[in-house]
Structures are given as structure tokens and as C-alpha cells.
């Protein structure tokens, strides 16, 4: 069974910054896929970014491209998502998600067998 533990959320003004981890309990082998979904209130879940252990692609939703970028220390079982530029549409719970592998798109969160508890993620003035 594999645990993801997500850390980092809290409350941030707009323009600001904050980076939320994820350790991940196993060693991340080179087929996984990592991914960063989030949920606000009333809405889907959706995925924000994604990254590839073996080769480390990267993918990005629109909505957070050029703002987000997802990174990984293998060494430390751990996936990054450094969020800049934050806007109160980001607020939500961030979770963490991985799959030993990933086919097809990325954004489905049925494509994920594990999944962490989430983060609270607020923008807010």
C-alpha cells in the first residue's frame, strides 16, 4: 500500500507565493506518475499538474501554467508544487495522487490508485 503525506497549505494574499509537498511512503520507481490534483467547494476535482518519475515530464492545466511548477527529489521520496502568482480561483484542497502507471492522459482521477488526504490552499486579502 502506498501513503502520500501532503504539507505546505495555509493562507496566502493574491500575488503571493507558497510551495506544498508531497512524500510519497515508497521509493518512487521509474514507471510512476505524480500528479497534483485540487477540489474547490461545490466543484470537480481537477488536475493541476502532473510529473513522470522516469524522465520527468512535466504537464500543466491551463489555468496554471507559467505560474505552477511541479519538481521531484527522488532521493526523498517527495513531489514539489511550487505555486506563484496565486490567485483566489486557487483556492482548494490540493492532493496528491500517484499511479505505478500511467496511460493515456494525465487529468482523469480515476487513472490514480493512490491518493493523499489533501491540503487547504486559501488566497485570500
Known amino acids: 500500500q502506498v501513503q502520500l503525506v501532503e504539507s505546505g497549505g495555509g493562507l496566502v494574499q493574491p500575488g503571493g507565493s507558497l510551495r506544498v509537498s508531497c512524500v510519497v511512503s515508497?521509493?518512487?520507481?521509474?514507471?510512476?506518475?505524480i500528479a497534483w490534483f485540487r477540489q474547490a467547494p461545490g466543484k470537480e476535482r481537477e488536475g493541476v499538474s502532473c510529473?513522470?518519475?522516469?524522465?520527468?515530464?512535466?504537464y500543466y492545466a491551463d489555468s496554471v501554467k507559467g505560474r505552477f511548477t511541479i519538481s521531484r527529489d527522488n532521493a526523498k521520496r517527495t513531489v514539489y508544487l511550487q505555486m506563484n502568482s496565486l490567485k483566489p480561483e486557487d483556492t482548494a484542497v490540493y492532493y496528491c495522487?500517484?499511479?505505478?502507471?500511467?496511460?493515456?492522459?494525465?487529468?482523469?482521477?480515476?487513472?490514480?490508485?493512490?491518493w493523499g488526504l489533501g491540503v487547504q490552499v486559501t488566497v485570500s486579502s
Open positions: 510529473i513522470r518519475s522516469n524522465d520527468g515530464t512535466t
Open positions: 515508497t521509493v518512487i520507481r521509474d514507471s510512476y506518475a
Open positions: 495522487a500517484t499511479t505505478p502507471l500511467l496511460v493515456g492522459g494525465w487529468q482523469r482521477p480515476y487513472d490514480y490508485d493512490y
